[in-house]
């Protein structure tokens, strides 16, 4: 098949649009990792991933995608956080605050990954997301090449997506 309008059984299509949808996730997810880590970084995972390339033309399956999007996370720092009895979001318990010199990764894996979950419940691009967020201190873009003066910038955007629910 060619085109969705060929589907005609509607559990097909709905598992369609559902893969679809994840896939655009992913993507999503894959962009902002790589925005944090940097090219550099982004090009080495796909080279160890044995990936033809460094394109999303490379990324030959939905398996691999995830793959790659989990290795970006690692790298990041991205680790996930749990809740607490409160209902607000903290580090691992066996993870101790971080060195000085890995705040600012911390800080924007930390907003990347509160983006996300923004991005998710307003059905918004990460990248908008972060935006608003940082309302106007930086912009998405920016996020891999801010330096340790612009700490307080992404923190306070950190805190205001952590402030977002339903």
Known sequence: MESPDEIQDAGMLSAVSMKLEDTLRGV???????GVVGQATF???????NLPG?????IPDRRTLRQLIEALEREAGATPLRQ????????PANQTGPRRGDELGSARADLVR???????????????????????AFRFGELRRLT?????????????LRQVTQ
């Open 114 to 136: 509160e983006a996300q979950r923004v991005g998710k419940l307003r059905n918004m691009k990460v990248s908008d997301v972060i935006d608003r967020a940082a309302k106007g």
């Open 84 to 91: 607490n009895g409160n209902g607000h979001r903290s580090a």
């Open 43 to 49: 090009s080495q995972l796909c080279r160890e991933m």
């Open 28 to 34: 999503e997810r894959l962009r902002a990792a790589a």
């Open 148 to 160: 340790a003066d612009s700490l307080a910038a992404v923190t306070a955007a950190r805190d205001v």
């Open 54 to 58: 460094d394109c999303l033309d490379d």
